[in-house]
């Protein structure tokens, strides 16, 4: 999407570079930020998710965290979810609600297009963490 961005800014002249070159700028800004949080998820969060059902499965102890509890991972990653949904709420008011500026609409369609799924997308992964899979961890690690 990066990429449409800037060929879009390219193709809309300069009111197109004026206008999506701010747009541009805050997508790399998210895509830094989703990345690295899906790194987070990943390698810190996921697997410490699968010990704490390891031991509740096996009735076993609580699995020792070098940081306490499993609630301070969460509570970072809410934090990331937040900042994401500032992100695209900026590229949502500079996109004109994803319709863009009348002399670049054409070229905005696409973008919208891809915005409007990408935000739909993390409204879904969002709610799956923060409304299902943390407080079933949290459950899980108090049950220990």
């Not at 879009?8 to 949080?37: D, M, N, S, Y």
């Amino acid at each position: 999407m990066e990429d449409a961005i800037v060929r879009a800014a390219e193709a809309g002249g300069r009111g197109g570079a004026a206008t999506v070159a701010p747009l541009a700028h805050t997508f790399r800004f998210f895509k830094r930020e989703l990345e690295a949080h899906l790194v987070k998820e990943e390698e810190m969060l996921f697997p410490l998710v699968r010990q704490i059902e390891e031991a509740a499965k096996l009735a076993g102890e609580r699995p020792r965290l070098a940081f306490g509890s499993i609630a301070h991972p969460i509570n970072l990653l809410r934090e990331d979810h937040q900042a994401e949904q500032r992100q695209l709420q900026r590229m949502l008011k500079m996109t004109e609600n994803y319709s863009g500026p009348a002399e670049i609409a054409t070229i905005y369609r696409s973008i919208a297009e891809q915005l409007r799924a990408l935000e739909a997308d993390m409204r879904v992964h969002v709610y799956l963490e923060d409304e299902i899979l943390f407080p079933r961890a949290r459950s899980l690690e108090n049950g220990l």
